[in-house]
């Protein structure tokens, strides 16, 4: 089962990343947009490159839960260079796009 995601900007940002779509992704972040993986500060485009969108990648999420206004998800993460991972993701959202996003293996 799917949850529905209740953040309008939250829900394109997943919408994107499942569909393989770097251009709405891209599009749905500020532009000074930051990221950490595991509590680390990653480099944003290279870590999303590497880990979302590259051929080798091919990253989809599957929302699982749902809270904080649809702003904290717990989420089925698959991709094809790590197989599948529940993580944790937090977003901050800054008028109607991200500008920054936190995510790591969510607690069991």
Known sequence: MTTSISDPV?????AAVNAGDKNAFTAVLT?????????????LAA???????SPQANGRMKVVDASDG???LVVDYTNDA???MRTRWVFTVTGDRISR???GQAPA
Request: glycine share 8%; charged share 40%.
């Open 70 to 72: 649809g702003r904290t």
């Open 10 to 14: 939250v829900e394109k940002f997943v």
């Open 82 to 84: 790590w197989g599948t």
């Open 47 to 53: 870590w999303t490159e590497k880990e979302i969108f």
């Open 31 to 43: 532009e000074d947009a930051t990221m950490s993986d595991d509590g680390s500060e990653r480099d």
């Open 101 to 103: 996003f936190e995510t």
